[in-house]
Nanobody, 120 residues
């Protein structure tokens, strides 16, 4: 019943920036931890970042730490991923996910994915 709709993907040159959005419906945004994952062609889906229900705690993959920022807006029921200093290695389909439980996170709901392509 919970739905996640992503937007903001596109083509950008190396060193550029992009902001992804994920709108949550069918549930209360503050009831879920939120996360971002990505999958490159021929590779397994990998964790990128997550934010706690309170929005206070954030965790990032080492490959994006210092370049990407995850945040949420309770009024809009939307989670964001700000991506700076992009590299061709960041090219992938990016997915947002919502989790009802943590320790470990359940990742119960997923968005459709949005393509991010970084050219050299």
């Amino acid at each position: 019943q919970v739905q996640l709709v992503e937007s903001g993907g596109g083509l950008v040159q190396a060193g550029g920036s992009l902001r992804l959005s994920c709108a949550v419906s069918g549930g209360t945004f503050s009831s879920y931890a939120m996360g971002w994952f990505r999958q490159a062609p021929g590779e397994e889906r990998k964790f990128v970042a997550r934010i706690s229900r309170s929005g206070i705690s954030t965790v990032y993959a080492t490959s994006v730490k210092g370049r990407f920022t995850i945040s949420g807006d309770n009024a809009k029921n939307t989670v964001y991923l700000q991506m700076n200093n992009l590299s061709p290695e960041d090219t992938a389909v990016y997915y947002c996910a919502a989790a009802r439980d943590g320790l470990p996170y359940s990742w119960d709901y997923w968005g459709q994915g949005t393509q991010v392509s970084v050219s050299s």
